[in-house]
Structure formats: structure tokens, C-alpha cells
């Protein structure tokens, strides 16, 4: 999988501006065991460089997205993470094996719950996760140091970039279904916040968005 993941990043290097993602990036993607994070019926295909059902009309997103989408963070040991989408926790268990700590938020209470015994199976005790609408982030515990958001809102949601620490990074797919890019976020010092359309992708359409 990690071989596949290197392959396809030289592959789409143009667009996404490197030919390598970060060593310890690759290293936690190898280590951390997809099949433990899919339905029991679809683990065969755990493996593969490509999106699986996890249900709910949601998928697990393809490793090399998940890999991409981790490296643009460029996580700090001390970071405090927001993640939006918990889906069945996949990400959120490669997301606390690099920063201090992960707040999951995950709209679909089914999801969540099973995603809370994965991850505790894994024994990821850094990610904390609550069931709600994402669109609003977590106003508890921001700012944080960087937001990821594994479903895509047509715009970037407001509550979500105001809870970016300045000097933080947003990694986000945006857009219509048939034209969402894959988005990073970069806030500076002062708060000003820019944006870099990566590479076009297709995720889920993030709910609660009319909220």
C-alpha cells in the first residue's frame, strides 16, 4: 500500500507540488492497520489505494488522499488537531500517532460509536470524540493548530476557520460533487487566511451545512 501511495504521489506531483510525501507520514500510514477501521465483509480489500463503503453512503477515503491530506497538515508533536468526519476512525488513528491530540467530530451516531471502539481497540487514548454537526467545529477546545475535514462543504464553513489557530493549517475538500478540489487553508500570524487548490477529488458532501 505505502509502495502504491509513493507511486501515485510521483504520479500526481505536478498538481500537487511535491514528488514525496514527508518519511514519518509514510511510516504511520504503513503502521497503522486499515482493516481494523472497515466493515468486517470489505477488510479483504483493506489494503487496496482505493475508497471503501464503511456505510451510511460513506467511504473510508483512499490511502494516498488520507496520506496526502496528513502530510499538507505538516503535524508538530504539540499539535492539537480538529477533525471533522470521523467516519469509522481511521484517519483520526493516523492523526494521533503525529500530534498531542485529536478532536473528532462525527455527525452520523452509528459511525461514531463504532469508530469510539476501534479506536480504543487500537488504543489511540489522544483522540477524543463527540457526535454533532462538524460544520460548526468545536468551540470547546479551539483554536487549534490544524483542521481537517474528510467531507466536502460547497464553501469553506466559517465556525471551522475561525477556530484555526493563526500560523495554522486547514487541509478541506471543497466544491460542487462534480468539481471539489482538495484545499489547503494557511493562516498567518496575523490571522489572514489564504488558500491553494491542491488536486481534484470527490468525497462525500459534508451534512449540516444548512445549519
Not at 23 to 28: D, K, S
Not at 30 to 47: D, K, L, N
Not at 100 to 129: D, P
Amino acid at each position: 500500500m505505502v509502495a502504491e501511495i509513493a507511486a501515485e504521489t510521483i504520479f500526481a506531483s505536478a498538481e500537487i507540488g511535491r514528488a514525496a510525501l514527508a518519511p514519518r507520514v509514510l511510516e504511520v500510514i504503513g503502521s497503522v492497520p486499515r482493516h481494523e477501521f472497515v466493515p468486517v465483509e470489505i477488510q479483504a480489500y483493506a489494503y487496496a489505494n482505493m475508497p471503501l463503503p464503511i456505510g451510511f453512503n460513506k467511504t473510508i477515503s483512499q490511502p494516498f488522499i488520507c496520506a496526502l491530506m496528513t502530510d499538507l497538515l505538516d503535524l508538530r508533536e504539540a499539535d492539537t488537531v480538529l477533525e471533522i468526519g470521523t467516519g469509522l476512525g481511521y484517519q483520526a488513528a493516523v492523526l494521533s500517532e503525529l500530534a498531542q491530540t485529536v478532536y473528532s467530530v462525527e455527525i452520523i451516531e452509528e459511525l461514531g460509536q463504532q469508530a469510539k471502539r476501534r479506536l480504543a481497540r487500537r488504543g489511540c487514548s489522544n483522540v477524543v470524540l463527540r457526535i454533532g454537526n462538524g460544520y460548526h467545529g468545536w468551540a470547546e477546545h479551539a483554536p487549534y493548530d490544524k483542521v481537517i475535514v474528510t467531507a466536502a462543504p460547497d464553501l469553506i464553513p466559517p465556525p471551522l476557520l475561525n477556530q484555526l489557530k493563526p500560523g495554522g493549517r486547514m487541509v478541506i475538500p471543497t466544491g460542487l460533487p462534480e468539481s471539489q478540489q482538495l484545499v489547503l487553508v494557511e493562516k498567518d500570524a496575523e490571522g489572514r487566511a489564504r488558500t491553494k487548490a491542491i488536486l481534484r477529488v470527490r468525497f462525500s458532501q459534508l451534512e449540516g451545512t444548512e445549519g
